[in-house]
């Protein structure tokens, strides 16, 4: 299993550009979740889904969309690029619907830098 | 308030020694917790669940105090490769919150 896997690995935007921070497991899990971690934050929920076809809000939603179509993959969208998203960006997957409960497997994250 | 509180350290710990440090949160309904574990720029895994009655895993001990609050990890016999991150985790309202995590520096 690959577990986890994000790209790209590294992203410089430029402030009003827009993209997809790509995340997908192959452990068939139900929940997954994308996080920011800022230096003295902590990591912060952005978006999780608890299945295909269903997303929620997290703490920090405000700049970002998601779409889950399959178990398999759930990107991450910046609609406008600002530099409040400079950040490192982590998905993680877990089992079941509710998944929070179960261990939480995390990609290795996007660093991404918007100029 | 936050929901999940830890003193960032760093602590500085020498080679063999045991280093505790704990976590509180403030959701009373709290139904899980977790010590994660983040090498620096690495994504976090777990290092081990928190059970009511406290648990152990080698040189790792965790212990839940619910009446006031607050989980603890101690690390015994402390080894370099200890040094990392470790994060503090609770479940509640059906989504985990973060503690920005104790940094720990085993010191040769």
């Known amino acids: 299993n690959a577990g986890v896997t994000q790209t790209p690995k590294f992203q410089v935007l430029k402030t009003g550009q827009s993209m997809t921070l790509q995340c997908a497991q192959d452990?068939?899990?139900?929940?997954m979740s994308w996080y920011r971690q800022d230096p003295g934050m902590g990591l912060r929920l952005i978006h999780y889904?608890?299945?295909?076809?269903?997303?929620d809000q997290g703490e920090v939603p405000n700049g970002y969309n998601v779409s889950r179509s399959t178990t398999e993959d759930f990107p991450l969208r910046l609609l406008s690029a600002a530099p409040s998203q400079t950040s490192v960006y982590f998905c993680a997957s877990g089992r079941g619907a509710s998944g929070s409960t179960d261990t939480q497997y995390f990609g290795p994250g996007t660093r991404l830098t918007v100029l | 308030r936050k929901e999940v509180e830890q003193d960032p350290g760093p602590f500085n710990v020498p080679e063999g020694a045991t280093v505790a440090f704990n976590c509180t949160y403030s959701?009373?309904?709290?139904?899980?917790f977790f010590w994660y574990r983040q090498d620096c720029r690495k994504e976090p895994k777990l290092l081990m669940s928190v059970y009511s009655s406290g648990n152990e895993d080698g040189r790792f001990t965790a212990q839940l105090n619910r009446a006031s609050q607050y989980i603890s990890l101690l690390i015994r016999d402390s080894k370099l490769s200890d040094s990392a991150t470790y994060l503090c985790?609770?479940?509640?309202?059906?989504?985990?919150?973060f503690g920005k995590g104790n940094q720990v520096v085993v010191i040769p």
């Open positions: 959701n009373s309904a709290s139904q899980s």
């Open positions: 452990m068939n899990h139900e929940y």
């Open positions: 985790v609770v479940r509640g309202n059906n989504r985990l919150a």
């Open positions: 889904s608890v299945g295909a076809g269903i997303t």
